[in-house]
């Protein structure tokens, strides 16, 4: 039999919204969830990099302010696997909501939206194209485990599930949506976690045991994040 490890998820407590997006400093949110949970894993919800009422260029970021954002988080949570939420960020008159993946000091992946699900009417509000990414889903190995990861709508549609993946985790950062049976990709003593922006309270783990999802119960509140142990 395989041995486990004991892995701790901190997903970030934070309230966002396509309308308004989120109204605090993500960055510094992240840093002291980080600070105080000590997770292997931290994830924030959709829109987290986002705030309607921002006048300044950063809203939504140019890829160049994006990619100093997730520099600087890369160095200061280097032992972290980090997925930061979700990033409103443009090129040209396209609009894009992308979820970057950082570890061991750098961006690893950056995973584009494939649904909408409020980015049409983000690009709208501040008259661009919405660009939707072109691969549903991202699936990836981290530490001899393998992690998936969907923002959102394109879990409720089942991105990820769609290409038969398998994952230890599968992780979804979003605003409104659930953890759904069908369309999650977690092995047999695996896990779904999504991290929820449409409020306080929604974040959830489940187990898969069975074929069937269960609520996994042991969770902690670490200042600004909900927190949970894996065993995987």
Not at 5 to 16: E, F, I, P, S
Not at 61 to 66: A, D
Not at 75 to 98: A, E, H, Q, R, Y
Not at 201 to 208: C, F, I, L, R
Request: hydrophobic share 35%; glycine share 10%; proline share 3%.
């Amino acid at each position: 039999m395989a041995k486990t490890k004991t892995l701790r998820l901190a997903m970030l407590r934070a309230t966002t919204s396509f309308t308004s997006g989120f109204h605090g400093n993500p960055l510094e949110e992240l840093l002291k969830a980080a600070d105080a949970a000590k997770p292997d894993i931290l994830v924030g919800p959709e829109f987290l990099f986002y705030n309607r009422w921002e006048k300044d260029e950063s809203t939504p970021y140019t890829k160049r302010k994006k990619q100093e954002i997730c520099e600087e988080l890369a160095v200061k949570t280097k032992g972290i696997l980090l997925i930061p939420g979700t990033f409103i960020w443009k090129k040209g008159k396209k609009l894009f909501n992308s979820a970057p993946v950082i570890f061991g000091g750098e961006l690893k992946h950056e995973y584009l939206k494939y649904t909408d699900g409020g980015s049409c009417k983000i690009a709208e509000d501040h008259s661009l194209n919405y660009s939707a990414g072109d691969e549903g889903g991202l699936s990836f190995p981290w530490k001899g485990i393998t992690i998936g990861l969907e923002i959102c709508l394109d879990h409720y549609f089942g991105i990820l599930g769609s290409r038969d993946a398998k994952t230890d985790l599968h992780l979804i950062t979003s605003c409104g949506q659930d953890i759904y049976e069908r369309s999650s990709t977690a092995r047999e003593g695996g896990y779904a976690a999504i991290c929820n922006g449409i409020r306080i309270g929604t974040n959830k783990v489940k187990m898969k045991i069975t074929g069937k999802l269960f609520d996994w119960a042991s969770e902690n509140i670490k200042e600004n994040a909900d927190v949970y142990e894996l065993e995987i």
